[in-house]
């Protein structure tokens, strides 16, 4: 138990069964009337963002959430197989855990997996990841119509806009929050 005071970014609280991360929050004090704190909460589950406003210093539920450092082994059916560094215990996720992150996931990338009551919630990867270019078409010299960009199949499956000197078989960075081109991986 907490109160509304104890509140930061990032903590994840249990409001009637659901499990909610902290976006931000603003303690507002009014000229008249009781102090207030305005919050923007996403569900951990669903993604949903809501605006929530809770009256100062209230009790609130802090879930409490395990992160453990963890290996994308395989895939195995519609899971993703996963391994504890520390444990060596592994742990199947299904797909719908790891959403979107499974589009820049190869055999032994690092990942980090919330767990609560045993439950994987979800998986945050690292800022970058270094994929190989499966596919792309040559860049043609002098062509700037496409800004100076062209599509490229990485070996995730995923197709990204790289810049024209891109070739074949070179290994890129790429973002995982949006999947953008970062630069030559070394």
Not at 24 to 36: D, S
Not at 119 to 140: D, Q, R, W
């Amino acid at each position: 138990m907490a109160t509304t005071n104890d509140l930061k970014n990032g903590m994840t609280l249990d409001i009637e069964g659901q499990l909610w991360n902290v976006v931000e929050f603003q303690h507002v004090k009014p000229g008249k009337g009781p102090a207030f704190v305005r919050t923007k909460l996403k569900q951990v589950l669903t993604g949903k963002v809501v605006d929530k406003t809770f009256n100062a210093g209230i009790k609130i539920d802090i879930a409490i959430l395990e992160k453990r450092e963890m290996n994308f082994l395989y895939k195995e059916g519609e899971d993703f197989v996963f391994m504890d560094n520390k444990t060596f215990d592994q742990m199947n996720i299904s797909a719908a855990t790891v959403g979107d992150s499974a589009q820049y996931m190869l055999e032994n990338t690092e990942a980090i997996v919330a767990i609560h009551e045993n439950n994987p919630l979800y998986i945050e990867l690292p800022a970058s990841v270094v994929l190989t270019v499966t596919y792309t078409e040559p860049g043609l010299q002098g062509d700037r119509s496409s800004g100076g960009t062209k599509p490229a199949t990485v070996e995730t499956g995923i197709q990204i806009q790289v810049p024209l000197f891109i070739k074949q078989d070179e290994k890129v960075l790429v973002d995982t929050r949006d999947g953008s081109y970062l630069g030559r991986a070394n």
